[in-house]
């Protein structure tokens, strides 16, 4: 892995660590989605209306109105009938009085009725109203709830695609077998992107051996937590260069042709046609994946 061409290793190497940048992104967009999900459906419901209490119709108030009433008639009605029947007028006035004001007891009791019937009656259709208000609500929350998770959901599966086919050219570029399995994580990736920028050796072997991940990985959790947008804004920006199917194939054969010209054996040329195949698949995916970039 010593001496290699820069103007290969460097966009190779910077593909690398701008996918494992996008996985760590796509991530945390999918699980603050799911979340989001799982709160739209179970968030808290529209609490349904409560009917106020009915008050009796006929209470004791009624009761005692109605039989006084009843018996104060009763007692005139014979009262009058005794004085007729006995030929005598003492006391017909007050006879009459005691009717009227037994049938008023009887009115009166029957007045009460009708008001707690009638409070009765608002009550039920004030409870009418407000139930149907809240059906109404609910059917607005749930198709409102719909339309989100619905929305949420189909972003989901946008981001399922795009981590798919990041781990896929992730995959492809470890093929070149240039960074030994146990360091394909997205703290070498950085670290050795970081490294390659520095302008510092070409050789990976010695890179590798100076990092310290006791300490190191301290560094590059700070760098892959404040500068990620960055990286991917610079990967993005170098891609979109070449965002046209023509502008792709001019600088695949560009890239090609300073394959040829170099100075190597065949295994060493197959290599680089391979980085080649990497950065070109790699820069097409950034120059279409805009939204993963600002999001």
């Known amino acids: 892995m010593a001496g290699l061409n820069r103007d290969f290793l460097m966009p190779y190497l910077q593909n690398i660590c701008s996918l494992h940048l996008v996985l760590r992104k796509i991530e945390q967009k999918m699980r603050k989605i799911n979340y989001l999900v799982f709160e739209a459906e179970n968030g808290p419901t529209i609490e349904p209306p409560r009917r106020r209490e009915y008050v009796s119709e006929k209470n004791r108030v ?69 139930y149907e208000q809240y059906r109404l609500a609910v059917e607005k929350a749930e198709e409102r709830t719909a339309n989100t998770v619905s929305r949420l959901k189909h972003r989901l599966q946008e981001l399922e695609q795009q981590s798919k086919q990041a781990d896929s050219l992730l995959q492809m570029a470890y093929a070149v077998d240039l960074i ?4 394909r994580n ?16 070409d050789d990976l072997n010695q890179a590798l051996r100076s990092f310290d991940p006791e300490t190191g990985k301290v560094k590059l959790e700070h760098i892959i937590v404040n500068q990620t947008d960055a990286i991917l804004v610079h990967t993005g920006s170098v891609a979109s260069q070449y965002r046209t199917f023509v502008m792709q194939k001019q600088q695949e054969v560009i890239l090609r042709a300073k394959v040829e010209e170099m100075v190597c054996n065949a295994q060493e040329r197959e290599m680089y046609n391979t980085i080649v195949d990497v950065n070109l698949a790699a820069g097409a995916f950034f120059a279409a994946a805009d939204d993963l970039i600002r999001m």
Request: glycine content about 8%; hydrophobic content about 55%.
């Open 62 to 130: 009624y009761y005692t109105m109605s039989a006084v009433g009843c018996v104060v008639i009763a007692f005139c009605v014979m009262f009058l009938m005794l004085n007729v029947l006995g030929g005598t007028r003492h006391g017909l006035l007050w006879a009459a009085a005691g009717i009227v004001v037994g049938v008023l007891l009887l009115v009166l009791a029957r007045l009460l009725v009708n008001h707690r019937r009638m409070v009765n009656f608002r009550i039920n259709a004030d409870y009418t109203r407000a």
């Open 180 to 183: 030994p399995m146990a360091y």
């Open 186 to 201: 997205i703290y070498y990736a950085v670290y050795l992107y970081e490294w390659i920028c520095s302008g510092r050796s």
